[in-house]
């Protein structure tokens, strides 16, 4: 997969928005509205900042599967996926605020074998029940040594839009840019039964970079600074 959104400081579905604010304070300025020109220009660097690209460099190392999004780890539940694996997984769920970066990384190498969008409601993106109801992105993952890992971008109370860039087919790496969800939302990430799991609820992680889990594997690939 070409990553395209690699070197760009701020991704590209982003800068509409950041266009529209900047509008919006040269507007102000022009008829001479100095505060509501400041409060637009502060609006203009948050929307900017919250599109943020930052660079990652993923470990790399065989079987490793890292965190798809930055933000709170809010379950580590084993349990039946139904839709798509058919079989008892380890659900790790990560709950991004409109704080943390919204670019999406893939959580481990190999080829995507499904794409499957799912249109929903927009419950907030911390309840039990956004898993299945709410409209998501489901992206499975066939590894290097044949397992599965099913990696989900959930919309939540104020996301209304996912953005994913990969198709059935592509070969990705660990770590690779796939996609983003605008505003607060959720990521579920589902490991085969034995994986070795590295985090626990609570705990804070950095897409593309920190561990969830070390799988069985015999060889691994990924994308370092990107």
Request: glycine residues 10%.
């Amino acid at each position: 997969m070409a990553d395209r959104a690699i070197g760009i400081p701020v991704v590209r579905e982003g800068l509409p928005f950041v266009a529209a604010a900047a509008g919006a304070v040269a507007l102000a300025a022009s008829l001479g509205w100095t505060w509501p020109a400041l409060v637009l220009g502060g609006l203009t660097l948050f929307i900017g900042w919250f599109f943020r690209n930052p660079r990652r460099a993923s470990p790399c190392r065989p079987g490793i599967v890292v965190a798809p999004g930055d933000g709170r780890v809010m379950a580590v539940d084993e349990e039946f996926e139904p839709r798509y694996l058919k079989e008892r997984s380890i659900r790790i769920s990560i709950f991004l605020n409109i704080f943390d970066v919204h670019v999406n990384r893939m959580p481990c190498a190999g080829t995507v074998e499904d794409v499957a969008y799912q249109p929903g409601q927009f419950l907030a993106a911390n309840r039990p029940e956004a898993t299945v109801r709410n409209e998501q992105n489901a992206v499975m993952i066939r590894t290097p040594s044949g397992s599965k890992v099913l990696c989900v971008q959930v919309a939540g109370l104020i996301a209304r839009r996912i953005v994913c860039w990969v198709t059935a087919g592509e070969s990705v790496l660990c770590g690779e840019r796939f996609g983003l969800i605008r505003f607060g939302s959720r990521m579920d990430t589902f490991l085969p039964l034995g994986t070795k799991i590295a985090v626990s609820v609570g705990d804070c992680v950095r897409g593309g970079e920190t561990l969830l889990g070390e799988l069985s594997e015999t060889e691994a690939s990924c994308a370092q600074r990107s």
